[in-house]
């Protein structure tokens, strides 16, 4: 009877631990999928911030065609890349963005007017506003991906990673290039 119930006992252990293992592993997956998106949030806002960015600098710069049409094709990529799951995909769109926010606002500098008009500063403050977010959004991310990473090369979680149907995920790299936000300077 004692060998019944040490037999339940330890079964009961077990399935616990199971459970535990496999939940722990798959909060751990759903919170940086759940910190991607984050990322995707902070990208789309900045994207719906260029076309007004980018109707005023046309009032004013009307003959930087190549510029604007740039951060057009960057934005477009920054929303096809939110769409998928790809890491890569979403940082490279994300550079090319930034390098072309970079480029409007090195034309700004050519037109005084343009830096003195309200909704260009209110767009570039928030512009500024949603670099730092976008920094933080990553950040999040990253520490996401460090504890589900974590988690699924260590023992003992390794052991449920196939059965809970987690993987490691891939880091948000910023390209070395563009490990600074764009700036805003007047």
């Known amino acids: 009877m004692l060998y019944v119930i040490i037999a339940v006992v330890v079964l ?12 722990k592993l798959r909060k751990s997956d759903v919170g940086a999928q759940e910190a991607l998106g984050g990322i995707d949030v902070q990208l789309t806002r900045r994207a719906e911030l260029i076309p007004n960015l980018v109707q005023t600098v046309k009032g004013y710069a009307a003959h930087e065609k190549d510029v604007l049409e740039e951060v057009t094709k960057a934005r477009t990529g920054v929303q096809a890349a939110a769409a998928g799951d790809s890491v890569p995909a979403k940082a490279a769109a994300d ?10 606002n090195a034309v700004a500098e050519s037109y005084p007017d ?4 309200q909704n260009f500063l209110d767009l570039q403050k928030q512009l500024g506003q949603t670099e730092d977010q976008i920094a933080f959004a990553r950040q999040y991310y990253n520490d996401a991906v460090r504890e589900l990473n974590q988690s699924v090369r260590t023992i003992p979680w390794m052991m449920f990673a196939g ?10 790299d910023a390209p070395a290039a563009n ?3 764009p700036g805003v300077e007047f």
């Not at 009961?12 to 199971?18: A, D, I, K, M, T």
């Not at 343009?114 to 008009?117: E, S, T």
């Open 12 to 23: 009961v252990l077990l399935v616990g631990f199971f459970v535990v293992g496999f939940n």
């Open 163 to 172: 059965v809970a149907g987690v993987k490691e995920r891939e880091f948000y």
């Open 179 to 181: 490990e600074a936000a």
């Open 114 to 117: 343009l830096k003195a008009n």
């Open 95 to 104: 550079a090319a963005l930034q390098q072309a926010l970079v480029k409007v």
